[in-house]
């Protein structure tokens, strides 16, 4: 992992986004910086995806940004216009969707589908298009005369390396990987992902790394935030999150997988289920499943469970949104 940056690539604020009248997002904020990995964790549904997809301006209906701004080196997105964010997607940022390995065209070679990729954003022959997708492949450790094969005649894993070769192709600052190793075995996402942090070593590009797996978030990306039912509850660098987690809910999270090294420990879930999204609890939206909620406190769960916490930085470049923090 790399120091964080000090330049700040993206800039999220305030972040509001509704499907129709459910509030996914709810004030999100984030920042990533020059050739950084931040994590964003956490359950299926807590909005993770919907922030990516913000940050890409490509939400369908009835999605829609209703509050907050996403900046790019300091400029607004979401009053661009269609070509202006035609140029900017996959040129200043490219994504790398979730079960990616499944939209290559079936009845293509993966060479043609680089070529009209390539040739859908640049001026270039087919046959440049061609060579740049070889070296692209070879940038991700395949043979360059994969070019020719169709995706059934690769492996999940190498379909995935043609799809995170597509986002390279035209040399962006950041990459989003959504869920970049779903379906594929350990040793398969764990070679993906070091073949991923080599390059952005060489290439220098950031990473907006997503996915629910925290025991991988913690192993690459230099800062992780946690999401839990449309809001940021706690970020931090990997080190301190993994070491000194203050949140309940990033808590009960590292609790429940086991660690990679050191004595066996007895695993505990988070007990509960979240939130129904069109009818969030009122104040903590984690109350209702949070360890520490009691009312042997009045004062202290009165807060808890009607009103909001605010994201606070309580250490240097570590924010966390609790009461029990606050008290």
Known sequence: MSAVATKTLLEVRGLEVEYGRVRAVDG???????????????????????????????????AQIVGGTVS????????????????????????????????????????????DMMRAHEDISRHGALLRAGELLELVGMDKRRVRAYPHELSGGMRQRVIIAMALALSPELIILDEPTTALDVVVQREILQEVEALKHDLGFA???????????????????????????????????????????????????????????????????PPDPREPPSGCRFHPRCPHCLPDN??????????????????????????????
């Open 207 to 273: 990473v907006l790394f997503i996915t629910h797996d925290l025991s991988l978030l913690l192993e690459f990306a230099d800062r992780v935030a946690i999401m839990y039912a449309g809001e940021v509850v706690e970020s931090a660098s990997a080190s301190r999150i993994a070491g000194a987690p203050l949140h309940p809910y990033t808590q009960g999270l590292l609790q429940s997988f086991p660690p990679l090294t050191g004595p066996k420990v007895r695993l505990a879930g988070i007990p509960g289920s």
């Open 28 to 62: 999100v904020d984030l920042t990533i910086g020059e050739g950084e990995i931040l994590g964003l964790a956490g359950e299926s549904g807590s909005g993770k995806s919907t922030v990516a997809n913000a940050v890409m301006q490509i939400l369908r209906p009835p």
């Open 298 to 327: 009045a004062d202290l769960y009165l807060r808890q469970t009607t009103q909001r916490p605010r994201l606070r930085e309580v250490a240097p470049d570590h924010f966390v949104a609790c009461h029990l923090v606050e008290a």
């Open 72 to 115: 790019f080196r300091g400029e607004d997105l979401t009053g661009k216009s269609d070509e202006d964010l035609r140029r900017f997607r996959w040129r200043n940022v490219s994504m790398v969707f979730q079960s990616a390995m499944n939209a290559l065209n079936p009845v293509m070679r993966v060479g043609d589908q680089f070529v």
